[in-house]
């Protein structure tokens, strides 16, 4: 029988554990619209997207239970922040003059923390290819325990910091990436979110420290109007290898709806 990677106990069957949830994707998608997933590797490859990253190997249906709480915080909180629904408590300069303004918001930074770790966890317990440049061990001791007993990670003292990006070429995901560029962290790549994670031992520079997710203050992000440099370079790279494959994706979706309309009729 199939064992939890979390509860390390075996199971008749384990559940489709998502590393990115879902309904950041289905709002992504919206209605009319359909998503594509595209890649620079091998000459340029595209599919039609699935909805969301899963993995059907590593949880229960009890431990999956245990992400709920955080992901629904996380989503909300993107989704409040993009709309406008959650209006910021304070918009500031930043001392760091290459991040501009920076905006707090009074969510509960400790939820947000512990959507970012345990997304990280789930990353590094997941077998899929997307998944692989999660190697941090440390992971292990600092999130399982604490996701069990239902606590933060916030106490870990782990620097983590969420950035979105208004403009519509960052409405894509990504897999989550190590950037190894002094210093090193993880990047979790969300449509208009990106979430940054320290690696073990390190801190995020001294620009980002007033964003911070900090227990008991606001959470304060960097709202950027432009994709990230990598992004851009990405996504030019992609399109212009894999967009003779995209039109035929997108040509079938619209035969496929259009066929169902005279069904229907």
Known sequence: MPVCKICRAEHKRLVRSHIYPDAMFKELGGTGRELV????????????????????????AACESLFAHTDQVAIEFRRGVLTGSIPPVRIERSPDPKLGL?????????KLHSFAM?????????????CRQVAAPWIEEEVRQRLIDGHSTIDTGRDVVIIFVTHPLAAMAGSPVHMSSQPDFYRL????MNILIADEGISLPTGFQPLR???????????????LQG?????VEAIGKAEPQVDRILAAMSRRRADSVVKSD
């Not at 345990?118 to 997307?130: I, Q």
């Not at 997710?213 to 994709?227: A, F, H, I, K, Q």
């Not at 992004?231 to 996504?235: H, L, N, R, S, T």
């Open 213 to 227: 997710l900090e227990s008991g203050m606001p959470v304060t992000v960097w709202n950027r109007p432009l994709p």
């Open 118 to 130: 345990f997304t990280l966890y789930r990353a590094f317990l997941s077998g899929r290819p997307e």
């Open 37 to 60: 997933s595209m890649t620079a590797d091998h000459g340029g490859r595209a599919t039609p997207a699935p909805i969301g990253l899963f993995d059907k190997h590593i949880a229960c």
């Open 102 to 110: 920076i905006a707090s918001y009074d969510v509960d930074a400790s």
């Open 231 to 235: 992004d851009v370079k990405f996504a």
């Open 189 to 192: 790549i969300l449509p208009h």
